[in-house]
């Protein structure tokens, strides 16, 4: 028999009250949350073209023009729900920072460790989002993969000439390869897919060594940069601690970033290779996505992510899970490139 510690009311109570870290590439090219009450997710992309309007004699009949169209884009999420298993003896310990003998009854500690608990899970959620978000930009696609899950990729359909290896000769770091040469024949061909303009490049720590090596780009690049009425000198750290912003060359803002996670193994992986260099378009207008919460207990509510806990009577275990239905996706993929550039 299992019986409930805290109604699923009061957890989610506790939500808005958590630290969760910010991820850059999900805040800066996939920024909306979008929950849905289904347990797939439909997404309108609108197409247009691009022709002029013609030229016609005033006094004759003009000439008609063929509607936008659009296509509707379905997916099915993976479903992720971490769980930790929560000890009778561990709220008899005491917490880190806490006075030798301890200060808090046993049930302060418990109802501090499922706090604890939940707000791991919240991270681990949104870190696999900012996996989502890297593996989109890094390839236009998502491979979901896990236990009891077939492998499944997601294609948003970006368009081939958006990922990119450099050839030997034209690699950073070759003779008379010019590093902004390349980041603008790479802009105009997001822009010229329908991507918008590309102002956004983010680099792998390795990448950027090599784009400062190129004396004719350093002499271009402006790392003032203006906060609060003040002028700041060199790289600026952004609050995730995962990304520095390194200055600016005309309207193009350069970014140097890496994040790791922890893969099935335990080894760190990093989120995007070595040697990679990203462009974004705020036209990619990527969302972070939610379907159904698929238990009966949350109603099928379409929300972020739902906590629950319970107990297990014999043996006596206590049990913490929160549940999420996520994808990122982004609404326009052509506004997005990458490059391998070694």
Do not use: C
């Amino acid at each position: 028999m299992e019986t409930n510690v805290f109604t699923t009311r009061q957890l989610i109570a506790l939500i808005p009250d958590l630290v969760v870290p910010r991820t850059f590439l999900l805040d800066t090219f996939f920024p909306d949350v979008v929950t849905q009450d289904t347990e797939v997710i439909d997404f309108d992309i609108v197409t247009k073209g691009r022709k002029l309007a013609p030229f016609v004699s005033p006094v004759v009949a003009g000439k008609p023009m063929r509607l936008r169209g659009s296509v509707t884009k379905t997916f099915k999420p993976a479903y992720v729900k971490p769980k930790t298993p929560i000890k009778p003896g561990q709220a008899l310990k005491r917490r880190p920072g806490e006075r030798i003998a301890g200060e808090m009854s046993p049930q302060e500690r418990h109802d501090l460790i499922v706090l604890d608990a939940i707000e791991d899970h919240l991270e681990a959620i949104k870190r696999r989002k900012e996996w989502m978000a890297a593996q989109i930009l890094d390839t236009g696609k998502v491979v979901v993969e896990g236990e009891d899950y077939p492998k499944t990729e997601v294609d948003f359909g970006r368009h081939e000439d958006h990922t990119e290896a450099l050839e030997l000769d034209a690699r950073w770091g070759e003779a008379g390869v010019k590093i902004l040469d390349s980041i603008e024949t790479w802009a105009e061909t997001v822009q010229g897919n329908g991507g918008g303009a590309a102002k956004i490049v983010v680099m792998d720590p390795k990448a950027w060594k090599l784009a400062r090596a190129d004396e004719d780009f350093l002499k271009l690049l402006d790392n003032r940069r203006q906060a609060s009425g003040n002028v700041e000198l060199g790289p600026v750290s952004m609050p995730d601690n995962t990304a520095r912003y390194v200055g600016n060359v005309g309207d193009f803002d350069f970014y140097v970033y890496q994040d790791v996670y922890e893969a099935d193994d335990g080894t760190a992986t990093k989120l995007i290779p070595d040697y990679t260099v990203l462009l974004g378009s705020q036209a990619i207008e990527g969302v972070q996505a939610h379907g159904a919460i698929l238990d009966p207990a949350a109603g099928f509510a379409a929300t972020e992510a739902w906590p629950k806990n319970w107990v297990d009577d014999d043996p006596a275990m206590e049990y913490v899970m929160t549940q999420s239905a996520p994808l990122v996706i982004p609404a326009r993929p052509n506004a997005s490139f990458r490059a391998r550039v070694r």
